[in-house]
């Protein structure tokens, strides 16, 4: 079981509300990321950092932001939320595995985030 | 283009049954494969990583395999479980950065039914 947690599971707002969603991690990584994912599609990457004070955008725009004050912590925010937000929003954390040279990617249980 | 796709979309079966899901990519330079199990209201969970070396790995009931030549890998699931049901997606990841960027398939909607 990992130990990466967001909150709120679950969240709708009315258009125009600012929000943040809360991720926190107690293994210890360094490396942490925010993926968007739609119904029986794949997962975009929309924000990642390698670590306190360093966050970088991912491949699909995204109106959000996130900060890295603390390494065990990764929020995002919407300024101004839309109807076009509505989606879940999963964050993660990785480590290096062990011999096989690669980021193995720990995931939280999501929070599905509904824009009316 | 990079891309992983991902056979069949969804799949229904029954309880003991065997069942296999296929992953082709066009991921180029390939690192290494993994399969991530996600249960429904949950983040996905890695299940097992295929590197260019290796054409088999199993682990309990899931068995993956990888053809790094047609670019094709494979998860088989034995004696299937209700508690199987979910979306197995498939990842690939490159060479082109100190971190590997990552590609992921859409997955395949696993109903196990008893």
């Known amino acids: 079981e990992a130990d990466i947690y967001q909150t709120p599971r679950y969240l709708v707002i009315g258009t125009g509300k600012k929000i943040t969603l809360e991720c926190s991690q107690t293994?210890?990584?360094?490396?942490m990321y925010w993926y968007q994912q739609d119904p029986g599609m794949e997962l975009h990457l929309i924000h990642y950092?390698?670590?306190?004070?360093?966050?970088e955008k991912g491949d699909l725009s995204s109106e959000s932001t996130v900060s890295r004050i603390r390494t065990e912590h990764f929020p995002l925010t919407l300024e101004s939320a839309r109807p076009s937000h509505t989606s879940q929003y999963l964050c993660?954390?990785?480590?290096?595995?062990?011999?096989?040279?690669?980021?193995?990617?720990?995931f939280g249980s999501g929070t599905q985030l509904s824009v009316l | 283009k990079n891309q992983v796709e991902q056979s069949p979309q969804s799949l229904i079966i029954l309880e003991g049954k065997n069942c296999t899901l296929q992953?082709?990519?066009?991921?180029?330079?390939?690192?290494?494969l993994r399969w991530y199990k996600q249960d429904t209201g949950r983040g996905p969970v890695s299940l097992t990583i295929?590197?260019?070396?290796?054409n088999t790995k199993s682990n309990r009931r899931y068995t993956a395999t990888l053809d790094a030549d047609t670019k094709q890998s494979s998860l088989h699931i034995t004696a299937s479980q209700l508690s199987d049901s979910a979306s197995y997606i498939c990842?690939?990841?490159?060479?082109?950065?100190?971190?590997?960027?990552?590609?992921f398939g859409r997955g395949t909607q696993l109903t196990v039914w008893p």
């Open positions: 990842v690939v990841s490159d060479r082109g950065s100190t971190l590997g960027r990552l590609y």
């Open positions: 293994m210890g990584h360094d490396k």
């Open positions: 992953c082709n990519y066009t991921v180029s330079p390939f690192s290494n």
């Open positions: 950092s390698y670590g306190v004070n360093s966050t």
């Open positions: 295929m590197t260019f070396s290796e």
């Open positions: 993660a954390s990785s480590d290096p595995e062990p011999g096989q040279g690669s980021e193995k990617l720990f």
